[in-house]
RNA sequence: GCCCGCGUGGUGGAAUGGUAGACACAGGAGACUUAAAAUCUCCAGGCCUUAGUGCCGUGCCGGUUCGAGUCCGGCCGCGGGUACCA
């Protein structure tokens, strides 16, 4: 009898399919579509174990729904901007370019073997020419609809290397080559107006019934929409209003300074003027660009000896402080502060020994403020500084109380904000889709002619390749690519030296992939006919960004004729899966020769005498446990080493084992060699029956477990349940493994396990398949259906339970009564004893389910 | 800091508010074999000098319920995001 040999195997039905080309798309009215779509992989070099997963259940998606009788668009492409490319070129010469193809090709390699259901025919990378061209020639149909503007935006600059560095460059306020200081540095830049759409983002946020409640929360809270009110303090010198807005105006009676962020307009002319507060501005603008950075650093102000008068008692003057965690993109850029209700005011007042005001008070408790009271808005609180006299009411209704008194009097009016900024698109890099304006002396900032694109990234400098080893964006210190004729009037101008975001390109790759060799960025007959994705796939770290920058892309899309009006929405279904983690192995006793971290490979370590340390040095190592796998943390598995000992099949049924979907998974080495063993069981047993001969019992009772499997498989995986198909696929080739039918009945159950398994291992599924004389492709055989009237039971065991405590159990017909039931349970030996003569309290019979005597 | 998620045996995990630990990994015992590998069968949450089907048990504390891993409140721990990593 034939062994298992997986390399034979794979390459063989690989080959089959790619003869039959049964996974290129292309349209059929005849037939509904499905897109079925992963998030695409930035070519680092090396596939890892999140690639394989998500790959793996994108593929028994597209799998299982060409069984099915679907029209499959499944892509594949690459997201191939970004730092990396850069680094790499930085650290060790050669050209971002260059690198990143020779990645592309390499992960080509190692994917091709994984057995994937893709259309590689529609494969592109984000670096093409030919898809960052009609990015550009997205982005001027964006600029022609007012979609995308110019202003100043904070950056993080590195004082020493003279750059602009990304918030992963910042190591402890510090940059990560130079070791100096970062400072916030305002630049011009690009911004796509998002925040016009903040609220139909919000709204249409309810229609995505079939992604996670967890990621609508997550861009719900992102968008950020809070009501409440704005209104003006005047200034004591006579001065232009202060504009505040709070969400909270019921404690307006307890104000005690008015605070103002270092970039607010106030702020600047007082830099320009004082010394002291140019000093005082600069310290703020110390430290990184990110709201953590700015959350948690130390609160610093600076009293600007301006006074405000409180709208309501014209005799009650209020200091004006600049304040460091005040954000100029939130609100006005300025409010007011009361400390008794809010604990980082509360921090400020008491450092900077300002007034704490209580306006309400819990009306359970008693004694002086130790910390602020920041009861939820539900909360009932007694207002004793309040606008509707000293009732009780809650945060909600105080608010209210406020905003109705403010616009009564005509003082203030009850306004909505979000959070949600503009996204900045610009970047100060070489490596991304160039920005196609030219600034022109006379003309200004004029848009590239369309016929001029693509503006493609110079490859050499003076026919030498670029000198990534100089700091700074290479773009601006290259004569002949910057300079050019102003589109406009014709005379000599400069191109735009900034790029594009990498969120750019992933923001529409998904609306390419319909038409990914279009002259035009899309090709909307394409669009109309695949769009939307169906199923989309990826890790929840994207439940954000990427995710909200899509649906704010597919939007401007179709306002510019890209995309049509039910492709607003791009993303019909979404999983999150969970991401592979594995231990982080910290060099414990030294440092780089730049003061960083070594991280170390697992293969390059050792567990021995309770420690674990470096194999060849002996140094001792720092294990953390369950990181995101990262290539910067060397933490990251090799999967074609598991290709290469036990195929591709054994890869993919163990990434989908075990571990539901949707949660972390911890990488352990271990078990990947089981799951080879279950495999070469499972061709074992096909091969027994396939050779098996004559009658044998149990037919019937096979056919029903058979059944059985097949509406349990496939409603695992038509909810991603794939961890329970293939708990329950264990469960089947034991039975059939058992079973004492007959060749013809073992033959039969043997194939539906091929095809049931036929999404997870396609290429022993086809092997088995043939074997068993399947006709075709078990690719593309049709899916099994359950028989429901095999599936009926004839009695069902229902445990007893005593006060709560199971005490027995009884078998009875499925459909007998209630009452019936409840009688033979009280005649339960154990439920008499417990019962000792009495009567129940009450007796609880779930049909079904279980009994519960309460004695 | 803020927002989101997660926490169940030695391990990965299962369980529409209804028998906690399915299915597997590692482990133990046995069968087959001259032997090994492979394969097959069985055992397996903890506790106890009472071995019962007894008590305890789903991060911790409390609540709702006839019944809580599941729902609610409060903690603790870990992970993700935090707008220039992708």
């Known amino acids: 009898m034939s062994r298992y040999t997986a390399s034979e195997i794979e390459s063989k039905w690989q080959k089959a399919w790619e ?38 259940m994108g593929d028994v998606i597209a799998r299982h729904k060409l069984a099915t009788g679907h029209n499959v668009l499944h892509p594949m492409g690459f997201d191939a ?41 529609r494969m592109f990378a984000t670096c093409d020419e030919d898809y960052y061209g009609q990015q550009q020639a997205l982005f001027l149909d964006f600029l022609e609809k007012g979609l995308v503007y110019r202003k100043n935006a904070v950056v993080n600059w590195d004082p020493v290397d003279m750059t602009v560095l990304a918030n992963e460059q910042v190591e402890n306020g510090r940059g990560w080559r130079s070791g100096a200081l970062v400072e916030r540095r305002e630049l011009t830049q690009w911004f796509f107006k998002i925040s016009d759409y903040s609220e139909e983002l919000l709204s249409a946020l309810d229609g995505l019934e079939n992604w996670p409640a967890k990621v609508r929360l997550m861009q719900e809270n992102w968008i950020g929409k809070s009501r409440g009110l704005q209104f003006g303090f005047k200034r004591t010198d006579g001065g232009e209003d202060i504009t505040v807005y709070t969400t909270r105006p019921d404690t307006l009676m307890g104000a005690s300074f008015v605070g103002i962020s270092p970039d607010h307009p106030i702020a600047k002319q007082l830099e320009a003027e004082s010394a002291e507060v140019a000093a005082f501005v600069a310290e703020c603008r110390k430290g990184g660009t990110t709201e953590e950075a700015i959350e948690t650093g130390e609160k610093l102000g600076y009293d600007t000896g301006i006074r405000v008068t409180h709208p309501l008692d014209p005799n009650w003057e209020l200091p004006v402080w600049i304040a460091n965690f005040i954000l100029m993109d939130y609100g006005t850029g300025a409010i007011f502060a009361c400390p008794a209700h809010d604990q980082r005011d509360f921090e400020f007042a008491t450092k900077y ?13 008693e004694g002086p403020l130790t910390e602020a009271y920041v009861p939820t808005k539900a909360e009932k609180v007694r207002y004793v500084k309040g606008f509707a006299g000293s009732a009780e009411q809650t945060g909600e209704e105080g608010v209210n109380t406020a905003v109705d008194k403010a616009e009564a009097e005509g003082w203030g009016e009850g306004v909505a904000k979000f959070r949600l900024r503009d996204w900045g698109l610009s970047r100060q890099r070489y490596w991304g889709c160039p920005i196609p304006v030219v600034h022109c002396d006379d003309c200004g900032v004029v848009p590239e002619k369309k016929e001029n694109l693509p503006i493609a990234l110079p490859y050499d400098e003076d026919g030498k390749p670029i000198d990534f080893s100089v700091p700074g964006n290479p773009l601006d210190r290259h004569p002949s690519w910057r300079d050019c004729k102003c589109p406009n009037c014709g005379k000599p101008a400069k191109r735009e030296t900034d790029t594009m975001d990498t969120f750019v390109d992933s923001s529409w790759y998904f609306a390419r992939f319909t038409a990914p060799k279009a002259e035009t960025p899309t090709d909307l007959d394409a669009a109309k006919y695949w769009m939307n994705v169906d199923q989309y796939i990826g890790g929840i770290e994207h439940a954000i960004l990427h995710l909200l920058y899509s649906r704010f892309f597919a939007r401007a899309m179709e306002i510019t004729g890209h995309l049509p009006e039910k492709s607003k929405e791009p993303f019909d279904a979404l999983f999150t899966q969970g991401m592979v983690t594995h231990a982080i192995f910290e060099n414990a006793e030294r440092k780089d020769a730049n003061g960083r971290t070594i991280y170390h490979y697992p293969a390059e370590v050792e567990e021995r005498d309770g420690g674990t340390f470096v194999k060849e040095t002996g140094e001792k190592v720092n294990v953390i446990p369950s990181a995101k796998m990262s290539k910067s943390k060397n933490n990251v598995v090799d999967p074609l080493a598991i290709i290469d000992a036990f195929g591709a099949d054994t890869a993919r049924w163990f990434v989908l084992s075990d571990s539901p979907p949707e949660r972390d998974v911890e990488w352990t080495a271990s078990g990947a060699e089981a799951a080879h063993k279950h495999l070469s069981r499972v061709y074992r047993i096909a091969a027994e029956a396939a050779a098996a001969t004559g009658d044998g019992q149990g037919d019937d009772e096979l056919l029903r477990e058979t059944h059985k499997a097949i509406r349990d498989v496939s409603a695992g995986v038509e909810s991603f349940g794939f961890n329970a198909s293939i708990a329950k696929l264990y469960g089947f080739t034991n039975t059939l493994a058992k079973s004492k039918a007959g060749a013809k009945a073992k033959q039969e159950a043997a194939k539906v396990l091929a095809q049931l398994m036929s999404p997870m291992t396609p290429h022993l599924s086809e ?3 043939d074997l068993l004389g399947g006709e ?17 039971e004839a009695s069902v065991t229902l445990p007893i339970q005593i006060n709560g405590k199971r005490r027995g159990e009884i078998t009875v017909p499925k459909d007998m009564d209630k009452a019936e039931v409840e009688k033979l349970a009280l005649a339960h030996e154990a439920v008499v004893k417990a019962l000792d003569g009495g009567q129940p309290k009450k007796v609880i019979v779930v049909p079904g389910r279980i009994v519960n005597v309460v004695a």
Not at 37 to 53: A, D, I, N, Q, T
Not at 780 to 785: S, Y
């Open 19 to 56: 003869e039959a080309a049964i996974f290129e798309a292309k349209p059929d009215q005849d037939k509904p579509k499905y897109y079925v779509l992963e998030m695409f992989p930035y070519p680092s070099g090396k596939l890892h174990m999140g690639h394989v997963r998500n790959y793996t």
């Open 81 to 121: 901007f970004g730092m990396p490319a850069e680094n790499a070129a930085m650290a060790s010469g050669g050209h971002p370019k260059d690198w990143t193809y020779g990645n592309i090709d390499t992960m080509v390699e190692q994917m091709k073997p994984l057995g994937l259901s893709l259309d590689w025919s």
């Open 353 to 365: 020994d300002l007034p704490i005001i209580p306006v309400f008070e819990d009306p359970k408790a």
């Open 767 to 769: 092997a088995m398949w």
């Open 776 to 792: 075709g492709l078990v690719a593309t055989a049709p899916w099994p259906v359950a028989d429901e009237s095999l599936l009926v």
